[in-house]
């Protein structure tokens, strides 16, 4: 009964989304036999987490074209009060329109908190119980969790991004909580440092923001993250044709090699 409520509320929650970087969902209901379906855009491409495990690190133009589309995804989710709360390489997927390539998809509402919360909505999750993956969760989210607001959405993004330019994690242990008690007291260490290699300083300084460890010390909102990416001018804008390239040709070899394992 849980997991069915749970079920309807991310089906009714995630079909009141239409932004484009956001995945589409067509139906849902009660099939006669008693099954609860929705039905969703097919999704033909690779998840982020997938991706960099196959090819490691991305280059820093099109890490800051994958954030922009992610973050504008959330402008929409937060603007209707919905906060995800499970934002990670794995729920944000990478796929290509004909007439654009490495369109962003963001997944997974499975965890999504309304910021109003009404009295007729089922409880799906415990009260004050920690929910989302631990490398991608906020301070907040682990310390307070029935208290996060949109930013944590941020801080988990930039945590992304910090994979997506490093191949690493933002903090690594051999114990879920160690990662939590890292989240709550060690500063990162800069992505260049980490990776071994100079990165644009002004993405850098973006995804260092996005991890701070008060959300006041953030991007203040999805808008303003998706703005200060674009800002960024020491690196030169993706280029579409690169990524047409990549998708006629390597994007092929990887789809292949998910095939076969």
């Keep these: 009964e849980r997991d069915l409520a749970r079920f309807e509320r991310e089906v009714q929650q995630t079909s009141r989304l239409l932004h484009p970087n956001t995945i589409s969902i067509f139906d849902y209901g009660c099939a006669a036999d008693g099954t609860f379906y929705y039905v969703m855009e097919f999704l033909d491409g690779f998840d982020l987490e997938w991706l960099v495990e196959a090819q490691g690190p991305l280059e820093p133009s099109r890490v800051i074209h994958i954030l922009r589309q992610a973050s504008a995804a959330l402008v929409e989710a937060h603007g209707l009060e919905l906060i995800h709360r499970d934002i990670k390489p794995a729920n944000i997927i990478l796929t290509e329109r004909i007439d654009e390539p490495?369109?962003?998809?963001?997944?997974?509402?499975?965890?999504?908190?309304?910021?109003?919360?009404?009295?007729?909505?089922?409880?799906?999750?415990?009260?004050?119980?920690?929910?989302?993956?631990?490398?991608?969760?906020?301070?907040?989210?682990?310390?307070?969790?029935?208290?996060?607001?949109?930013?944590?959405?941020?801080?988990?993004?930039?945590?992304?991004?910090?994979?997506?330019?490093?191949?690493?994690?933002?903090?690594?242990?051999?114990?879920?909580?160690?990662?939590?008690?890292?989240?709550?007291?060690?500063?990162?260490?800069?992505?260049?440092?980490?990776?071994?290699?100079?990165?644009?300083?002004?993405?850098?300084?973006?995804?260092v923001a996005c991890l701070a460890k008060s959300p006041d010390d953030r991007p203040q909102s999805a808008a303003a993250l998706e703005l200060a990416l674009r800002a960024c001018a020491e690196v030169t804008p993706y280029d579409a044709l690169a990524a047409k390239r990549w998708w006629n040709g390597q994007a092929k070899a990887l789809r292949f090699r998910q095939k076969t394992g």
């Design 102 to 207: 490495d369109v962003v998809k963001v997944v997974d509402f499975g965890l999504v908190k309304t910021l109003t919360s009404s009295p007729a909505e089922p409880m799906v999750t415990n009260a004050n119980a920690i929910t989302g993956t631990p490398h991608y969760l906020s301070p907040e989210a682990i310390s307070a969790p029935n208290g996060v607001d949109g930013r944590a959405d941020l801080y988990a993004l930039g945590a992304v991004g910090y994979f997506l330019l490093t191949g690493r994690p933002v903090f690594e242990a051999t114990t879920v909580l160690e990662v939590c008690s890292k989240h709550l007291l060690e500063p990162p260490i800069p992505p260049s440092l980490r990776l071994g290699q100079a990165l644009p300083s002004d993405l850098e300084r973006v995804i």
